[in-house]
Nanobody, 123 residues
Framework: QVQLVESGGGLVHTGASLRLSCAASGHTFSTYAMAWFRQAPGKEREFVGGIRWSGGDTYYADWLKGRFTISRDNAKNTVILQMNSVNSEDTAVYYC????????????????WGQGTQVTVSS
């Protein structure tokens, strides 16, 4: 049974950095794509970025403008979202998701989801 567990969320100030982790278990993920989505209150869930376990190819949402990066730790079966220069618009619940195959930016393309971790940015 696939299990994704996010951690690392919290309350930070504008301009700070934050590191979110997604621990994956229950499957061999070598052919999977992992992604981060976020959902702010009253808004739809939106794609942040994704990474392929095999090869480490990444793909990011255009609005990120290089502020966040996604990496993976194969030994720990963990995907990392490094968030830099955060602002109030980054306040949201951040979700980790997994799918077999390529990275997709539509949340309905992902079969497995974590429970989410709250990130709140205060000014």
């Amino acid at each position: 049974q696939v299990q994704l567990v996010e951690s690392g969320g919290g309350l930070v100030h504008t301009g700070a950095s934050l590191r979110l982790s997604c621990a994956a278990s229950g499957h061999t993920f070598s052919t999977y794509a992992m992604a981060w989505f976020r959902q702010a209150p009253g808004k739809e869930r939106e794609f942040v970025g994704g990474i392929r376990w095999s090869g480490g190819d990444t793909y990011y949402a255009d609005w990120l403008k290089g502020r966040f990066t996604i990496s993976r730790d194969n030994a720990k079966n963990t995907v990392i979202l490094q968030m830099n220069s955060v602002n109030s618009e980054d306040t949201a619940v951040y979700y980790c998701a997994a799918r077999s195959g390529l990275i997709r930016s539509t949340f309905s393309d992902y079969k497995y989801w974590g429970q989410g971790t709250q990130v709140t940015v205060s000014s």
